[in-house]
């Protein structure tokens, strides 16, 4: 079983309570990863009750000037907005296929 590391995404030290998790996909990682921080953020954007709320939290919503704002694609581009819209929808099929089961 591979090591994981645990160096913290932000500053790059590892953090006492750094600790292992499991990703939707099975893979093991570090609670200071990228990849288990966008986890997080998508469960948190598939707990918003409304599509058009999720959308917006991704994409941004209409300002009054025509233009998208607010949303991760504006804060922090556009390659980020589509991979967390991705992992939103992997989690997504996880639910509805343990509802199914
Ligand atoms: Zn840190």
Redesign the pocket.
């Known amino acids: 079983m591979a090591e994981v590391d645990h160096r913290?995404l932000?500053?790059g030290?590892v953090?006492p309570d750094a600790r292992e998790v499991t990703l939707i996909d099975g893979t093991v990682v570090s609670s200071y990863s990228e990849a288990w921080r966008m986890e997080c953020e998508a469960r948190a954007v598939l707990a918003i009750p409304s599509v058009q709320k999720r959308r917006e939290y991704l994409f941004g919503s209409i300002d009054r000037f025509g233009k998208p704002s607010g949303g991760v694609e504006q804060r922090r581009g556009r390659e980020s907005a589509l991979q967390l819209a991705e992992v939103v929808k992997r989690l997504w099929y996880a639910a509805k296929q343990s509802d199914a089961a």
């Open positions: 913290c932000a500053c030290q953090h």
